[in-house]
């Protein structure tokens, strides 16, 4: 095991069993660095080069060894022998795997790392302080419902705004559409608990589940499962 006790990736508590979810540090001394690297493969390794600064490459870095040390554990395998690929719309898959799906969200220093069994994944979080314009945000991104929902309390608005984010995101990272989503027409209801109301193809209620998960250090986290997925791409085109 490449980790020490005090910094190994923290398993998260999951809504369904198909599901298993950590939460990651994306710093690490060099030695682990110097382990993770020789995990990568080219691509990944041309990847990392292409970042600006030395700060963004360790995060990269640190992030995909640590990604492949978990697949690598669920899949019985050395984590430079897990094949990951492009597939539709450019979203990484498993080349050899298709039962096995799995998504990557950051912030700062952290990260959240999902893998799912069956179903496609997609995760999201937010720092529970972050700032934004809540009235811009609610404008371009919600819909009238969302927007009629808000509480008058401006904080309180806030934070329901990242949660209806960090919903919207996760959908939008399990299909692969991520930022050209339209997530002005994706309906989201948070009582009793978060769940997709409506929306365009392939945002249909029925094929999807949405769970809010208890992140640590204030963070707010969505996992959403996509359980009728459109096929996957027989793709070859390493990530």
């Given at each position: 095991m490449p980790?020490?006790?005090?910094?190994?990736?923290?398993?998260?508590?999951?809504?369904?069993?198909?599901?298993?979810?950590?939460?990651?540090?994306?710093?690490?001394?060099?030695?682990?660095?110097?382990?993770?690297?020789?995990?990568l493969s080219p691509a990944e390794q041309a990847r990392m080069q292409r970042f600006g600064n030395d700060a963004l490459r360790v995060r990269y870095l640190v992030g995909r060894g640590t990604l492949r040390w978990l697949l690598?554990?669920?899949?019985?395998?050395?984590?430079?022998?897990?094949?990951?690929?492009?597939?539709?719309r450019g979203r990484p898959q498993l080349a050899d795997s298709p039962a096995i799906d799995f998504n990557v969200?950051?912030?700062d220093n952290r990260a959240m790392i999902g893998i799912a069994r069956g179903v496609r994944i997609g995760v999201d979080i937010e720092r529970g302080d972050r700032r934004l314009n809540a009235a811009g945000v609610a404008r371009k991104f919600m819909t009238a419902a969302e927007r009629a929902a808000l509480p008058a309390d401006m904080d309180a608005a806030r934070r329901q705004l990242l949660l209806l984010w960090t919903c919207k995101e996760a959908m939008s990272k399990a299909t692969g559409d991520a930022l050209s989503a339209p997530f002005g027409r994706i309906d989201v209801a948070l009582a009793p608990?978060?769940?997709?109301?409506?929306?365009?193809?392939p945002y249909a209620p029925a094929d999807w589940s949405l769970h809010s998960i208890q992140a640590p250090d204030d963070h707010v986290a969505t996992v959403a499962l996509w359980h009728r997925p459109e096929p996957r791409s027989n793709a070859t085109t390493p990530v």
């Open positions: 980790f020490d006790a005090n910094d190994a990736p923290q398993a998260l508590a999951t809504p369904v069993v198909e599901l298993s979810l950590w939460w990651c540090a994306l710093t690490a001394p060099a030695s682990r660095q110097a382990t993770f690297a020789r995990w690598g554990d669920a899949l019985r395998r050395a984590p430079a022998d897990i094949a990951i690929v492009r597939g539709i969200t950051h912030t608990s978060p769940r997709l109301v409506g929306g365009p193809v």
